[in-house]
Nanobody, 115 residues
Framework: QVQLVESGGGLVQPGGSLRLSCAASGSIFGISTMGWYRQAPGGRRDLVAE???????NYANSVKGRFTISRDNAKNTVYLQMNDLKPEDTGVYYCNCDLLRGRYWGQGTQVTVSS
């Protein structure tokens, strides 16, 4: 069994910052890429950022220069630092991790950017 627990979401004004965290636990031997996806109301779940075990990163064009993904391999935790937030960043943010047997998802955390 795999558990992914996200935290750090909330309501923030445009231009503000938030830091999301996601801790993986359970049967996670061989964990590789970890990442964050975002699902806006009525929309699909799209990649925000992902990071490999050696720190190689990939970002959606819309967040480049504003968001930074990082991870602590010893803690099996991935972070997403979000700066200069915009209303279009609003959505449910889902953490995921890739294992040899497949991809696992967290329950999601709501981020709302509004004045």
């Amino acid at each position: 069994q795999v558990q992914l627990v996200e935290s750090g979401g909330g309501l923030v004004q445009p231009g503000g910052s938030l830091r999301l965290s996601c801790a993986a636990s359970g049967s996670i031997f061989g964990i590789s890429t970890m990442g964050w996806y975002r699902q806006a109301p009525g929309g699909r779940r799209d990649l925000v950022a992902e990071i490999t075990t050696i720190g190689r990163t990939n970002y959606a064009n819309s967040v480049k220069g504003r968001f930074t993904i990082s991870r602590d391999n010893a803690k099996n935790t991935v972070y997403l630092q979000m700066n200069d937030l915009k209303p279009e960043d609003t959505g449910v943010y889902y953490c995921n991790c890739d294992l040899l047997r497949g991809r696992y998802w967290g329950q999601g955390t709501q981020v709302t950017v509004s004045s």
